[in-house]
């Protein structure tokens, strides 16, 4: 083997490395910070809260009215659902805020749409689970319905 083809081995073995080690902190990184919110997003999103505010539809009879942890280091923790969506994680910014190793910081979020009532995983590492179920996609969910999120179980309750 030549030289230079030794030479370009090298180079081209630290480069792979260096964008492993650069990938993995960026991963740690969005983890403990979560994932940036672009400028254009932001001012939207400044430009909402000036905005009057509609009036939520009343509310059905039967209908859940929060979200309850059953099981886990939070267990009693419960947010609203009349300020849906619902964001569940290891985040500042989450509703509710798990302290669990296995949940993300963003990792699910519950939802209306009409009348149904969704969870969905914002991608998170270990999944989201209606019982032992993981879930890839938006799922309807209904009155004590479990879903596992981590080693905590919450339900939608009236």
């Known amino acids: 083997m030549s030289e230079l083809t030794l030479l370009l081995v ?8 260096w964008i492993f080690v650069l990938s993995a902190i960026s991963v740690i990184r969005s983890d403990m910070f979560g994932a940036r919110v672009p400028e254009t997003a932001r001012g939207q999103a400044a430009g909402r809260t000036k905005e009057k505010k509609a009036k939520p539809p009343p509310k ?15 267990a009693g923790e419960r947010a609203d659902l009349a300020s849906a969506p619902v964001l569940i994680g290891r985040g500042n910014d989450a509703a509710i805020r798990l302290d669990d190793d296995y949940v993300s910081t963003r990792h699910a979020r519950i939802a209306a749409s009409g ?16 019982g032992t179920v ?12 479990q879903v596992r999120i981590g080693k905590t179980i919450v339900e939608l309750r009236k």
């Open 10 to 17: 090298r180079i081209a073995y630290l480069a792979v490395l």
């Open 60 to 74: 059905r009879r039967g209908a859940p009215t929060h979200v309850l942890v059953t099981e886990g280091s939070n």
């Open 115 to 130: 009348d149904q009532w969704f969870v969905e995983d914002l991608g998170s590492t270990n999944g989201t689970y209606i």
């Open 134 to 145: 993981r879930i890839t996609q938006p799922t309807t969910i209904t009155l004590g319905t």
